[in-house]
């Protein structure tokens, strides 16, 4: 069974910087994007930052020009740096990997890492 881990989350302070990592526990083909996603409290899960394998990304506008995303489709590795962080990035931060298949997408995620900002 595929796993995704995830680690980096933890307290900082507002202007701070983290840096999320999430890799997959076995090999997953076909992967069509991967990214981040974000539950804050009493809100439902959004997206934060996505790159497709051939580099296409999508984003929440509040990240832009704040968060950076990378990965490697081959390692099944996928990265957040997170930058100037605000209170209101406050959530859990769960990883997304998106597997196409012959009858649609299928969607890996991981079991969520808390970030808290604050000072």
């Known amino acids: 069974q595929v796993q995704l881990v995830e680690s980096g989350g933890g307290l900082v302070q507002p202007g701070g910087s983290l840096r999320l990592s999430c890799a997959s526990s076995?090999?997953?083909?076909?992967?069509?994007?991967m990214g981040w996603y974000r539950q804050a409290p009493e809100k439902q899960r959004e997206l934060v930052k996505s790159v497709t394998g051939g580099g296409s990304k999508k984003y929440a506008d509040y990240v832009k020009g704040r968060f950076n995303i990378s990965s490697d489709n081959a390692k099944n590795t996928v990265y957040l740096q997170m930058n100037s962080l605000k209170p209101e990035d406050t959530g859990v931060y769960y990883c997304n990997m998106r597997q196409w298949t012959p009858s649609g997408t299928y969607d890996y995620w991981g079991q969520g890492t808390q970030v808290t900002v604050s000072s």
């Open positions: 076995r090999t997953i083909f076909n992967i069509y994007t």
